[in-house]
């Protein structure tokens, strides 16, 4: 059978209430002010002194949220864009499909989560690629092995209700369907753990996520003896922060800050620090609206194989 979702065989390799906006994890930023980016900034974020992004918690390595910390990849690398822009970047808890209605309603300057820049997001959102994507299928380490896509035909998936990997489900199900292989069940969820808890009680069979969570979550759960990932990766597209349209100003000072922070080799670091060493932009890919730009269609589209 041949699915129209792109995908290659790899070669190696809790649900949070609205709160208040929630610190970083305490990480001592390495970056200095950088002037010029700090004046990009809106004039109220300036005397304000700080930014305050969505995001949901507990998506390990990217937000893991202990008491009324937030910490992990994100929080990490807010630190160091903060620490260029002179302020105190902080994060406020929430489930995915609140984030956007947040946005909207100015509770939040921006949201800046596991989000993948789409046309369809890019129409009514700034969005600012940080890191690139990928997504795996996650299931019990005992169950049979889902070495291939017609695999998933006949199982019972899982994702977060709102993002993307709830479309790669969609198309998965229409490519079994149009197999003749029947059509999976599909179960969606507000937020990664509920949906991990799910699967580890057998309610649903495999969840999809993006990779290098998924991938935390299988290697650090009782040691690796609970899930285990399918050699099988979906791939494309770029994780974005999103900004509410027109916020071109405040666009323009996190892409110059990300500059300084992976010219200074942080980014890096960071990122490796969580395992996410082969997701990195290079300074000339942190762009605006990534998926209709154009600058970074190799990176973006994706093609069938």
Known sequence: MVLTAALIALTACST???GAPQATNGSTAQSAVNESARNLLPEDIRNDGKLVFGSTANNAPFTMKTGDTMGGMLPELGTEVGAVLGVDVQFEAMAFPG????????R???IWTLMQATEERETTLEMISYMKNSQSFMTLADAAPVENTEALCSLHLSTVRGGTSQRLLDSIAEDCEKAAHGRPEISLFDDPATAQTQLRSGRVDAFAGITVPVRYVADTVENGSVFTVAPIEYL???QAIALAKGDTDLAAALQAAFKVVIDSGRYKEILAKYGAENETFTAEQIVLNPATSGVLDDVVRTESK
């Open 99 to 106: 984030l956007v209605p947040a946005l909207t309603a100015k």
């Open 108 to 110: 939040i300057d921006g």
């Open 236 to 238: 494309g597209g770029a």
């Open 16 to 18: 949070t209430a609205e």
